[in-house]
């Protein structure tokens, strides 16, 4: 376990997104903040950052020095810091976090449903995105017509997509239902997984990732909801993020 120094109060708040160092010292000489159940009115005071349970206007906080959720990604948001038709997934978590510059992992259509890790380690984000470490996701993707053993065949064979002569392949693809398919790709190119289907002669007309490397999307995360990922999966994740 990591050891550190005591911090100030307001400069932990400042770390965890709260505002500027003079508005996090505001919050707590206005009495809003709370560390382990009780209001502190000094912004120098120093906490043992690591580990804290603290507040601020009730809402309950534990520090984190680096931000690794996942959220449960919705139909209907896109991906992206300056969306272009639809609200962006950040505005689905509160603003310390967007303050503090929380990123999607890669992206997803803005009709995809599902398991999305967001993080404000941009090494990280490098380290899951890059095609090089063929980090696994996997995909359930609802098809307009039948799917059969020629189209499962064919993407596990490799298809070529227009934009690249380099045939890409599903690392596992199977048929789970007559309009369904299960798919593992471990690269990530833009709209991947329909046009591997479409080249395959079908059609995606619903797509949700149940999984990213290690992790699996929780049954108990709804549509919208997010969580903190806890160390053991940070550290499966990526040594380095489990700090
Ligand atoms: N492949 C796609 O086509 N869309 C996604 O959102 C993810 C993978």
Same mark, same amino acid.
Request: hydrophobic content about 40%; proline content about 7%; glycine content about 8%.
């Given at each position: 376990?990591? *050891?550190?120094?005591?911090?100030? #109060?307001?400069?932990?708040?400042?770390?965890?997104?709260?505002?500027?160092?003079? /508005?996090?010292?505001?919050?707590?000489?206005?009495?809003?903040?709370? $560390?382990?159940?009780? !209001? !502190?009115?000094?912004?120098?005071?120093?906490?043992?950052?690591?580990?804290? #349970?603290? &507040?601020?206007?009730? =809402?309950?906080?534990?520090?984190?020095?680096?931000? @690794? %959720?996942?959220? *449960?990604?919705?139909?209907?948001?896109?991906?992206?810091?300056? +969306?272009?038709?639809?609200?962006?997934?950040?505005?689905?978590?509160?603003?310390?976090?967007?303050?503090?510059?929380?990123?999607?992992?890669?992206?997803?259509?803005?009709?995809?449903?599902?398991? %999305?890790?967001?993080?404000?380690?941009?090494?990280?984000?490098?380290?899951?995105?890059?095609?090089?470490?063929? @980090? +696994?996701? $996997?995909? #359930?993707?609802?098809?307009?017509?039948? !799917?059969? /053993?020629?189209?499962?065949?064919?993407?596990?064979?490799? $298809?070529? #997509? *227009?934009?690249?002569?380099?045939?890409?392949?599903?690392?596992?693809? /199977?048929?789970?239902?007559?309009?369904?398919?299960?798919?593992?790709?471990?690269?990530?190119?833009?709209?991947?997984?329909?046009?591997?289907?479409?080249? !395959?002669?079908?059609? $995606?007309?619903?797509?949700?990732?149940?999984?990213?490397?290690? %992790?699996? %999307?929780?049954?108990?995360?709804?549509?919208? =909801?997010?969580?903190?990922?806890?160390? &053991?999966?940070?550290?499966?994740?990526?040594?380095?993020?489990?700090?």
């Amino acid at each position: 376990m990591r *050891h550190s120094l005591p911090m100030r #109060l307001s400069d932990m708040l400042f770390t965890q997104g709260f505002g500027s160092r003079r /508005e996090c010292a505001g919050l707590v000489a206005a009495g809003r903040v709370q $560390v382990l159940g009780t !209001v !502190v009115l000094e912004p120098l005071q120093e906490v043992a950052e690591e580990g804290l #349970l603290f &507040a601020v206007d009730d =809402q309950p906080w534990t520090y984190q020095a680096q931000a @690794v %959720l996942m959220l *449960h990604k919705p139909a209907g948001y896109e991906c992206s810091r300056a +969306p272009q038709n639809h609200p962006s997934v950040l505005s689905l978590l509160p603003p310390p976090l967007r303050q503090r510059g929380v990123q999607p992992v890669g992206r997803l259509d803005q009709d995809t449903t599902g398991l %999305l890790l967001l993080t404000d380690q941009g090494q990280l984000i490098h380290r899951l995105t890059h095609p090089k470490h063929h @980090v +696994p996701k $996997v995909y #359930l993707a609802g098809t307009r017509h039948l !799917v059969d /053993e020629a189209q499962v065949a064919a993407l596990l064979a490799g $298809v070529v #997509l *227009h934009d690249d002569p380099q045939p890409v392949r599903a690392a596992a693809c /199977e048929a789970i239902g007559p309009q369904t398919l299960k798919l593992t790709l471990t690269d990530g190119r833009y709209h991947q997984v329909k046009r591997m289907v479409a080249a !395959v002669g079908n059609r $995606v007309e619903s797509l949700h990732r149940e999984s990213f490397g290690s %992790l699996a %999307l929780p049954v108990d995360l709804a549509p919208g =909801q997010w969580r903190w990922l806890d160390g &053991a999966e940070r550290l499966s994740l990526s040594p380095a993020a489990a700090a």
